[in-house]
Nanobody
Framework: QLQLVESGGGWVHAVGSLILSCAAS????????MAWFLQAPGKEREFVAG????????YYADSVKGRFTISRDLANNTLYLQMNSLKPEDTAEYYC????????????????WGQGTQVTVSS
């Protein structure tokens, strides 16, 4: 059983920065691709960024390209999302996903999920 626990969310002013972390435990040898998704109130969950198993390749939603950076620490089984130049529209619950297929942005392509961490950006 794979467990994913997100942390690092909080409240920040616009143009500020936050770093989200996702600690994986349990069946960590089988993580495949990982990703971050967000879900704003009343909206569907949407893709933010994805990364391959080795951490050598990544892809982003157009809305965060150039502002967010996804990375992973294989030794410590941790996924990160560095978020810079935050905007109020980035306010959402952010979810870590694993057991995924690299290159896809569809929730259905990721088999394991964390519980989420809230990010609130004020103007």
């Amino acid at each position: 059983q794979l467990q994913l626990v997100e942390s690092g969310g909080g409240w920040v002013h616009a143009v500020g920065s936050l770093i989200l972390s996702c600690a994986a435990s349990g069946r960590t040898f089988n993580l495949y691709a990982m990703a971050w998704f967000l879900q704003a109130p009343g909206k569907e969950r949407e893709f933010v960024a994805g990364i391959n198993w080795t951490g050598t390749s990544s892809y982003y939603a157009d809305s965060v390209k150039g502002r967010f950076t996804i990375s992973r620490d294989l030794a410590n089984n941790t996924l990160y999302l560095q978020m810079n130049s935050l905007k109020p529209e980035d306010t959402a619950e952010y979810y870590c996903a694993a057991d995924g297929t690299y290159g896809f942005r569809d929730m259905a392509k990721f088999g394991s999920w964390g519980q989420g961490t809230q990010v609130t950006v004020s103007s």
